[in-house]
DNA sequence: CTAATATTGTAGATTATTTACAATTGCAAA
DNA sequence: TTTGCAATTGTAAATAATCTACAATATTAG
């Protein structure tokens, strides 16, 4: 049965959102937000990033990305910057929970 | 019922799929090989990466990094890199015919 | 050992990102 | 309208990451 085979593949690709760090271009590329933006958001404490180091470039995880593609959903919906954030860090609670179930099922 | 909700979240995240594409950094950092055996890979025509033009950085999608990693587990069970590379080639129709099902079911 | 396969090293040039400064835009309240 | 704050954008100079193209080394089968 297809959706069976699906959700396989796809539980067993827990493993793969774990691992997904990207830099700053490529989340650019994949939120359509710009790079400047995205460093702007950072500073203002809304995301946060996986810098090693000062200078060194900046790495997200799929929680980053996902929390930026929600936030820019509610602010081309007319929201505030502010009132985004707080509606998306509610929203990340249901992501974590799902994630932290894919772990559990995973080993 | 947990996993229905669950398979509801990742089936909306074929769009999150689908849109990402990663450098060569991160694709080291996530299938664990050298940025330098990538390129060796790449030029050998085993993958391929998205790259605009001459001199510009290499871009991956889901599908390549799916298969560096594919490739990976059969070259630590001893395989060659060619019969590893004819394995896997036939593994990533599967892969490639669960993407196109999520294509279908997010439209 | 030899030959083919597979990986690794590196210099010099180029691309992408960083920080830190400031300027601009949009909008709501006075 | 102007004042003030939120939000975004611009950019220069320095650094990090990647590129290509050359070659060297390591590994394995016959």
Redesign the interface.
């Known amino acids: 049965m297809?959706?069976t085979?699906?959700?396989t593949?796809?539980t067993f690709d827990y493993d793969?959102l774990e691992?997904?760090?990207?830099?700053i271009?490529?989340v650019s590329?994949?939120t359509g937000i710009p790079t400047r933006q995205i460093r702007y958001w950072e500073d203002k404490g809304i995301i946060t990033s996986l810098t090693e180091e000062e200078g060194k470039n900046r790495?997200y995880d799929y929680k980053s990305?996902?929390k930026i593609?929600l936030i820019k959903e509610l602010l081309d919906d007319g929201y505030t910057l502010e009132a985004s954030t707080e509606k998306v860090t509610k929203r990340m609670e249901i992501?974590e929970k799902?994630l932290s179930?894919?772990k559990q099922g995973s080993r």
Chains 1, 2 share one sequence.
């Open positions: 297809a959706k085979e699906a959700k593949e796809l793969f691992k997904l760090v990207v830099g271009g490529e590329q994949i790495r990305i996902k593609l992501i799902m179930k894919f």
